[in-house]
């Protein structure tokens, strides 16, 4: 067990204290549960960067990472979908999580071709994630109906046309080999 590691392991800890603080009935639930979310977001950054720059990248961190960005942000969403109540913001939060999971199961797939280079992360990724992590933030900060919920709502659109954009290019890059038998 190691520095990055551990801090992998506190986002999947955070979850239960970020879904206790958002359904508490006081009115600091909002931003206290938006400023969780984003110390999560932060220590998925410094996680990956510690592991580079220590040289303490592990398998079992190359598991959890992910698994713990995407629970953390499933989670999010998921409460936001109850919270707002409204198809404006379901459309755009089950695009998101559905890319999640079909990235996810390529990736596995990918992995066991011995392919996973050809799914790797890529720059449009890291900005569709930059735009996600701002979006939740701003819609776990400002309740429902208030204007910068609304911005908050229009960036997680961007996000969702972000996260089928860099679906595309996955699926695009993993073709040969979902389907041999066109080339």
Known sequence: MNLPNLLTLSRIVMIPVFVVIFYLPVEWSYIVSASIFALAGMTDWLDGYLARKLNQSTPFGAFLDPVADKLMVAVALAVLIEEHSAALLTIPATVIIGREIVI??????????????????????????????AAIVGLLAFPPGQTLAYVAIALLYVAAVLTLWSMILYLKAAWKDLFPEAE
Do not use: C
């Open 104 to 133: 996810s199961a390529l990736r596995e797939w990918m992995a066991e071709m011995g392919s996973r280079a050809s799914v790797a992360v890529s720059y449009i990724g890291k900005i569709k994630t930059t735009a996600q992590m």
